[in-house]
């Protein structure tokens, strides 16, 4: 899963389907939530699936009204089609996801 910059974030939020996860070093939630965005990147193609350090990319969190993490945003075409907020399991993302195709 590939951490952006904020060049690469506007080319990657173009694709079909995007799950860009808001997040920060520092942030415990940040931390459990990734291991299951690894497995679930790992287990579907159907999904981009990128990690954007809001410490690091302060601009595009204020852009995207992200004030609380981790904040995971579904893009299609370049627009935000649903957000979520906190540590989700692994079947609460991935019926997520579902409902987002």
């Keep these: 899963m590939k951490i ?6 506007k080319e ?21 939530i990734a291991p299951i965005l690894e497995q679930v990147a790992a ?11 809001v410490d690091d990319n302060g601009p595009i969190a204020m852009k995207y009204n992200v004030r609380s993490i981790p904040t995971l945003i579904i ?20 019926g997520w996801l579902a409902k987002n195709k």
């Design 12 to 32: 990657a939020i173009n694709g079909d389907l995007v799950l860009v996860d808001f997040f920060a070093d520092w942030c415990m939630p940040c931390k459990m």
């Design 75 to 94: 893009f299609k075409n370049g627009k935000e089609v649903d957000r979520k907020l906190g540590f989700m399991s692994k079947p609460q993302l991935e």
């Design 43 to 53: 287990a579907s193609d159907e999904y981009g699936i990128y990690k954007l350090n």
């Design 4 to 9: 952006l910059n904020e060049s690469e974030f």
